[in-house]
């Protein structure tokens, strides 16, 4: 099993960044499909972005190009750098874990076993 603890999230003005983290901990972070899911109030989870178990990278469309995921495995540290930030990017934001590859069901919240408590970020206009 792993363990995942969030941390990074917090206010900022449109347009700003922000870098959330996800400390792993627990068992072998590289067997791991490592995800980031948003909710916000009233809405569905959406996946965000996730790093496959051979570090390849996925995104959500709406995205475009804003966010960046990356991992450290020395550290097992799964990462989201947030630029451009906009008021419909406001948020819980989670980190989830799936054994094994992402294949195609990155972003399918029912795929990932293993979640934070998540982090909040908001946005002012």
């Known amino acids: 099993q792993v363990q995942l603890v969030e941390s990074g999230g917090g206010s900022v003005q449109a347009g700003g960044s922000l870098r959330l983290s996800c400390a792993a901990s627990?068992?072998?972070?590289?067997?791991?499909?490592m995800g980031w899911f948003r909710q916000a109030p009233g809405k569905e989870r959406e996946g965000v972005a996730a790093?496959?178990?051979?570090?390849?990278?996925s995104y959500a469309d709406y995205l475009k190009g804003r966010f960046t995921v990356s991992q450290d495995t020395a550290k097992n540290t799964l990462y989201l750098q947030m630029n451009s930030l906009k008021p419909e990017d406001p948020a819980m934001y989670y980190c989830?874990?799936?054994?094994?590859?992402?294949?195609?069901?990155?972003?399918?919240?029912?795929?990932?076993?293993?979640w934070g408590q998540g982090t909040q970020v908001t946005v002012s206009s």
């Open positions: 790093i496959d178990v051979d570090g390849s990278a």
């Open positions: 989830a874990a799936r054994w094994g590859y992402c294949l195609k069901v990155w972003g399918v919240q029912g795929a990932f076993g293993y």
């Open positions: 627990g068992d072998t972070y590289s067997n791991y499909c």
